[in-house]
């Protein structure tokens, strides 16, 4: 099993919908969650960390966190074409950050 | 602030060729990683440096890689010899350390370098 798993999708949704994006973890060590988005040919950018279980929010961007089923969310409310790009989870622990393999999401005029 | 810089953006070469790819880190940095990104295999973390000091190497998938950091504001990433297999999306990042507070430990990453082995 690998450490953390992403579903890769591709992920096609109209503009104006919720979208939901997910990882699962295996290792319990992780204590801190991150999401990069990554655009076309560009490197990946930080969009959103969180440390603890519960909620964070950011302007139409939620990160979601459940440590007891090692499971993380990323929201985006009122989807925006300007949102389409790849979407990666990140975590750590004592070690460096192992990333998932991103969802690739389009969101559609 | 330039960010990471990387060159080259793209690299296309012949199996058994040398290849070097360089990075320029934020200036105050002091954590720089070297990933490759796949299609199958994603992101992949291949060896970090903190205050120049290369940390951990084992996702260098072979002896033909190897990595250096001369000084705070440079490194390079070599291949030799390239192979077909090689061909991938090198990442450079840094962040201001590794110290547990996430704060310090965003990473920032470069464009990337394209690199296609023949």
């Known amino acids: 099993q690998k450490e953390v798993e992403q579903d890769p999708g591709p992920l096609s949704v109209p503009e104006g919908a919720i979208v939901s994006l997910n990882c699962t973890y295996s290792?319990?060590?992780?204590?801190?969650f991150m999401w990069y988005r990554q655009y076309s040919r560009k490197g990946p950018e930080l969009l959103m960390y969180?440390?603890?279980?519960g909620n964070k929010e950011d302007g139409r961007f939620t990160a979601q966190v459940d440590k007891s089923s090692k499971y993380i969310s990323l929201f985006i409310r009122d989807s925006q074409p300007s949102d389409s790009a790849t979407y990666l989870c990140a975590m750590k622990g004592n070690t460096p950050l192992v990333f998932g393999k991103g969802t690739r999401l389009s969101v559609i005029a | 602030d330039a960010g990471v810089i990387q060159s080259p953006r793209h690299e296309v070469t012949e199996m058994g060729q040398e290849v070097t790819l360089r990075c320029k880190p934020i200036s105050g940095h002091n954590s720089l990683f070297w990933y490759r990104q796949t299609m199958m295999r994603g992101l992949e973390l291949l060896i970090y440096?903190?205050?120049?000091?290369?940390?951990?190497d084992s996702g260098m998938p072979e002896d033909r890689f190897s990595a250096k950091m001369p000084n705070a504001s440079f490194s390079t990433l070599k291949i030799q010899p390239s192979e077909p297999r090689d061909s991938a999306v090198y990442f450079c990042?840094?962040?201001?350390?590794?110290?547990?507070?996430?704060?310090?430990?965003?990473?920032?990453f470069g464009p990337g370098t394209r690199l296609l082995v023949l």
């Open positions: 969180t440390y603890s279980s």
């Open positions: 440096f903190n205050n120049n000091v290369p940390i951990d």
């Open positions: 990042a840094s962040s201001r350390g590794t110290s547990g507070r996430i704060g310090q430990e965003t990473q920032y």
């Open positions: 290792n319990s060590a992780f204590q801190y």
